[in-house]
């Protein structure tokens, strides 16, 4: 297990310099993060390995230039597994959402080629009917299209034409705009668009238009074709395949389906690089000197962009107040935004603190029925105590019952 503590950014007279066996450690006088806190979080995150419900992962907290990153645990249970690292790559899941397809719709929308208001049917003309006419790219970001969850695994099925065929004959069990449901389907769809409107693989147009920019270079999707697989976490042994083992492989079944690339998952990355894309969402969608998004896509993934109707909070990407919110935790406020992925993925900024933290894990490991969810609540809430000085208190009293 590595520890890291640093100060990202700061003068040699604003920090002082401790050691620990191993790593270097680098404070302000007057830090942004409590470090007794650190080791609640450790106790948590170590809990539940202990308890077998996941066999590692890597959190990252950082504010204000102070950073806190700890990898545990190893790649699986069996003896002689691998440590897991700093360094380890994860299948990400549905953070794919958020950091690969909402973001190059909004760059569509930057560039002029995308209307956030118009009918998918107008980039789509193959969804038309059954109720799909009225919904709007924003209903896709939002979640409140009415479409169903997923697509069906039955009859067996295969490559991105089928799943587009699939997705478009989905009927809206909801008028869109009337509800919120999360929804794979949305986000196939946006990855398609996607392709369809730039000319280019959401893949190939994320790393392009993001990845690189921000210098996220262990992010992206089919990752074997980049790294050897003893970089990359192991997910699942599939039941009825001879127990083959996902290392390297998307997870998600969906997605594996489409050749590893679907706007509903397929990213893998390293809590490196989601802290990078954290940063360039805090510092309005630019980082060192870079503008990967406006200042009003990052407003319109952040904040609510649902309808007056519609209980849950989301934004155009982000989710903020909904039944998934469990990562906010106790004490960080609604206005705090982020997402989770299936495989025990979690990326959680607060603005008003100018908090984040990243939770990267295999908790699908090995057959997928591992459940950590009260680990999502419990870091939220000792991410937000480690924060020094800051009232979550008096925020809480700007948003009562919530």
């Not at 950091?99 to 560039?111: G, K």
């Not at 991105?160 to 509800?179: F, H, W």
């Amino acid at each position: 297990m590595r520890v890291l503590l640093r100060a990202i950014a700061m003068t040699a007279s604003a920090c002082i310099v401790l050691s620990t066996a191993g790593c270097a450690v680098l404070a302000p006088r007057t830090a942004p993060l409590d470090a007794a806190r650190f080791a609640q979080i450790d106790h948590a995150i170590d809990s539940v390995i202990g308890e077998r419900r996941m066999p590692g992962a890597v959190f990252h907290l950082e504010r204000a230039g102070m950073a806190y990153q700890k990898a545990f645990g190893s790649y699986s249970y069996e003896e002689g597994a691998a440590a897991v690292t700093p360094a380890t790559v994860f299948d990400a899941a549905s953070l794919t959402k958020i950091v690969a397809t909402a973001p190059s719709v909004l760059l569509l929308a930057e560039d002029g080629r995308i209307a956030l208001d118009a009918p998918l049917v107008r980039y789509l003309p193959e969804c038309a009917g059954q109720g799909r006419d009225p919904i709007t790219v924003r209903h896709l970001l939002t979640h409140t299209s009415g479409l169903p969850a997923g697509l069906p695994a039955m009859p067996a099925w295969q490559g991105l034409a089928r799943a587009l065929e699939l997705a478009c004959s989905r009927t809206p069990t909801d008028a869109p705009g009337s509800a919120f449901r999360y929804s794979d389907v949305n986000y196939i769809l946006l990855g398609e668009l996607v392709r369809r409107v730039s000319g280019t693989p959401l893949d190939r147009f994320a790393r392009e238009r993001i990845f690189t920019p921000l210098a996220m270079r262990d992010s992206g999707f089919v990752p074997l074709a980049a790294f050897d697989a003893v970089r990359i976490a192991p997910t699942q042994r599939l039941p009825g395949d001879g127990l083959r083992l996902l290392q390297g492989e998307v997870h998600d079944p969906t997605a594996r389906r489409m050749e590893g690339v679907a706007g509903s998952a397929g990213l893998f990355t390293t809590a490196h690089d989601l802290a990078r894309f954290a940063r360039m969402l805090l510092a309005g969608g630019e980082l060192d000197g870079v503008r990967v998004l406006s200042r009003d896509s990052v407003r319109l993934m952040t904040t609510a962009q649902t309808g007056p109707g519609i209980v849950a909070l989301r934004g155009m990407g982000m989710d903020i107040d909904s039944p998934f919110a469990r990562p906010r935790g106790k004490l960080f406020p609604v206005g705090s935004y982020g997402h989770t992925g299936f495989t025990g993925c979690i990326l959680w900024i607060d603005p008003a603190s100018g908090t984040f933290y990243v939770l990267l894990s295999n908790r699908v490991y090995p057959d997928d029925q591992n459940n950590i969810l009260d680990l999502y609540t419990r870091l939220g809430t000792l991410s937000a105590k480690a924060v020094a000085g800051f009232d979550f208190a008096a925020l809480h009293k700007t948003n009562p019952g919530k």
